[in-house]
């Protein structure tokens, strides 16, 4: 179903995410898979309350890959990351990465700078998030007076990430890591929204993911994209309400509308986008990339 029906000589199929794929490189000598790299490969595919739709959206994969590498040389100065290099076999050129192999932390690192999603659920029942408490009387997408580090679990595929407090982290890798984790996450949160503000947009949260090089702690995964943080634009921002997807707006808007004659409640898998809804999310997903970079796609 993903594209590890791709067939990239040189590469064994690792694993495949709802949107990304995980290779090996092959040793030239021994045909061995090596144990120091991976490539990780962005599609095209879109996923929309928990579906994968069929319908790719073109360009995807390279605009988000190319949004990746940009953020991490934004982040060069506070974290090292994985990248190991862009130069990847022609049939994924463009939206796959070659990086370091590392032992990945078990956890999902998130950071907030707004009030929303999961987060407000967790605020609306308890007052708090991840333990921390905060005002009463916030609103969907609210500022929050700090950002905060609101780590979850990394739950198998089809499964949901599930909130832990700090102390869980801490239980799991260690207070020195836990608390290094928690640093990181939020300075690539505040270094997002230093830099996207004066692009006129707003990052809500984000979620990162860390790896060991011995007792380095290393930048992996996509970093500050439209799949793994919520990007809003500042001119319209307004809480009180769920503030409009940069990229997947036009998606969720026709899958819940009658035209698309799907039902979220129904269980069914969502019907094959109309072109139009592909070419301005398409559009949606390069004006990201060319507004935050200042560059063309
Ligand atoms: C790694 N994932 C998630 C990403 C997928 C799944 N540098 C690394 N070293 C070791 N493991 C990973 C990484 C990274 N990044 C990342 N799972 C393992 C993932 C992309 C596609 F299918």
Redesign the pocket.
């Known amino acids: 179903m993903p594209d590890a029906s791709l067939d990239l000589p040189g590469f064994a199929h690792v ?3 709802k949107v ?3 290779y090996a490189p092959l040793d030239a000598a021994s045909g061995a898979p090596r144990p120091d790299r ?1 490539l ?1 490969v962005a599609s095209d595919r879109i996923s929309a309350y928990d579906f994968v739709l069929d319908t790719p959206i073109p360009d995807k994969g390279e605009v988000l890959t190319r949004l990746s590498l940009w953020w991490f040389a934004q982040l060069e100065d506070l974290v090292p990351n ?1 990248v190991v290099s862009a130069d990847v076999p022609d049939a994924v050129r463009g939206r796959a990465v070659l ?4 032992e ?1 932390l078990p956890v999902e690192c998130v950071a907030r700078a707004y009030l929303t999603g999961g987060g407000l659920e967790e605020y609306t029942a308890k007052g708090a998030v991840s333990g921390i408490p905060l005002p009463s009387g916030l609103v969907d997408g609210d500022r929050l007076p700090e950002p905060v580090f609101t780590p979850s679990t990394k739950a198998p595929m089809g499964q949901h990430d599930e909130p832990i407090p700090f102390g869980a982290v801490e239980a799991e890798i260690g207070s020195a890591l836990a608390a290094r984790v928690r640093d990181l996450t939020v300075a690539i949160l505040q270094r997002g929204n230093e830099v996207a503000a004066e692009r006129g947009i707003l990052l809500a949260d984000t979620k990162v ?1 860390f ?1 060991l090089r011995g007792d380095e702690v290393v930048l ?2 996509e970093v500050l994209t439209p799949d793994s943080s919520r990007f809003w634009p500042a001119d319209q921002w307004e809480p009180g309400h769920p503030q409009p997807s940069f990229d997947k707006q036009y998606v969720r808007d026709w899958l819940t509308s009658p035209a698309s004659g799907w039902s979220r409640s129904s269980g069914e898998a969502p019907p094959a986008l109309p072109d139009d809804v592909v070419a301005r999310t398409r559009s949606k997903y390069v004006e990201a990339y060319e507004r935050l970079t200042g560059e063309t796609f």
């Open positions: 694993y495949s995410g990304r794929d995980l991976l990780l994985h990086v370091e192999r590392l990945m993911e790896g992996a995964d």
